[in-house]
């Protein structure tokens, strides 16, 4: 599976962007869909998650509230809704898939997805 992130931009802080996540092939709705995040010097982290279904999702504290995740496994497409944007959501916005237990999102092991996309810049302005 090849995913294609898009959607990604520089906007003022309180704002919203819409992150999208095409994928090559019809088996994505075989795989939960991810959204990660790298800020300049800082680690790659877990931004949100959704379910093969669509059905639950599961957030980073950080962005709860503000950040919503959504699939339509009809387009094989994952989209990641920004609202509230402050300058610290500043990042390389990555998706990716995986076939992990659901319950490893908020284990302690990580989580390896077994798919990733290529990445798009979100610049959140002050």
């Known amino acids: 599976v090849q995913l294609q992130a898009s959607g990604g931009g520089v906007v003022q802080a309180g704002g919203s962007l819409r992150l999208s996540c095409a994928a090559s092939?019809?088996?994505?709705?075989?795989?939960?869909g991810d959204w990660f995040r790298q800020a300049p010097g800082k680690e790659r982290e877990f931004v949100a998650s959704?379910?093969?279904?669509?059905?639950?999702?599961y957030y980073a504290d950080s962005v709860k509230g503000r950040f919503i995740v959504s699939k339509d496994n009809a387009k094989n497409t994952v989209y990641l809704q920004m609202n509230s944007l402050k300058p610290e959501d500043t990042a390389v916005y990555y998706c990716?898939?995986?076939?992990?237990?659901?319950?490893?999102?908020?284990?302690?092991?990580?989580?390896?997805?077994?798919?990733w996309g290529q990445g798009t810049q979100v610049t959140v302005s002050s």
């Open positions: 990716a898939a995986d076939q992990m237990a659901w319950g490893t999102r908020w284990g302690v092991a990580p989580l390896k997805p077994n798919f």
């Open positions: 092939r019809r088996t994505f709705y075989n795989y939960h």
């Open positions: 959704i379910t093969r279904s669509g059905s639950a999702t």
